[in-house]
């Protein structure tokens, strides 16, 4: 089960496993946008990235024991929820996200 911890002073999800998902709800998008997220994984596994559940692309994050830095570009319009959804034999931790 997935849980909110710390790293020194900085906040993270950590214990993320096959098929967990963490959401944010009302995130307004305008056009082209580039995610960045920034995670490690022991093992190997993906993010898949969704708005409103609609998957717009994936990260691969295998075997980076420290933190990664991995963007993305899609479109979305509107307010949306986004939601990442771990996929993978490994277990990871996501340090933050931005745009």
């Known amino acids: ?11 993270t999800i950590a214990c993320i496993n096959d098929n967990t998902t963490i959401g944010y709800k009302y995130m307004n998008f305008k056009g082209e946008t580039e995610l960045t997220l920034n995670a490690k994984c022991d093992g190997e596994g993906t993010f898949e990235i969704y708005t409103d ?13 420290s933190w990664t830095q991995k963007s993305l570009k899609f479109d ?21 996200f931005s745009f």
């Open 76 to 96: 979305a319009n509107g307010t949306m929820d986004l939601a990442f959804k771990f996929r993978g034999s490994g277990v990871a931790e996501v340090m933050s």
């Open 1 to 11: 089960m997935s849980y909110l911890s710390n790293e020194g002073s900085d906040r």
């Open 53 to 65: 559940g609609d998957k717009v692309g994936e990260m691969e994050y295998n075997n980076c024991s």
